[in-house]
């Protein structure tokens, strides 16, 4: 059975720092392109990071500098260490693998920026 399981989210002041974790399980985890996505409220789902197989990422622009994705795939676990958050960053978060026709979501973790 595969699975992705987040955890990690919570309610953090700006300024403040989350680190999210996805666990997978049922899939070859190294041959996966791994994401984690958001979605705010009455917005659209956006991609926030990626890292590839082999280690390479890509960042929307909103998160640059402040979050970094990474993968140990020994443990099958992929991270989302999001720094300097903001109110803005406030969404549900939601990790994605995706090889070949094969795509994977999690069931998403809340995580709230407030004062």
């Known amino acids: 059975q595969v699975r992705l399981v987040e955890s990690g989210g919570g309610l953090v002041q700006p300024g403040g720092s989350l680190r999210l974790s996805c666990a997978a399980s049922g899939i070859v985890f190294s041959e996966y392109t791994m994401s984690w996505y958001r979605q705010a409220p009455e917005k659209q789902r956006e991609l926030v990071a990626q890292i590839t197989p082999i280690g390479n990422t890509n960042y929307a622009e909103s998160v640059k500098g402040r979050f970094t994705i990474s993968r140990v795939n020994d443990r099958k676990t992929v991270y989302l260490q999001m720094d300097s958050l903001e109110f803005e960053d406030t969404a549900v978060y939601f990790c994605?693998?995706?090889?070949?026709?094969?795509?994977?979501w999690g069931q998403g973790t809340q995580v709230t920026v407030s004062s």
């Open positions: 994605n693998g995706v090889r070949g026709f094969l795509n994977r």
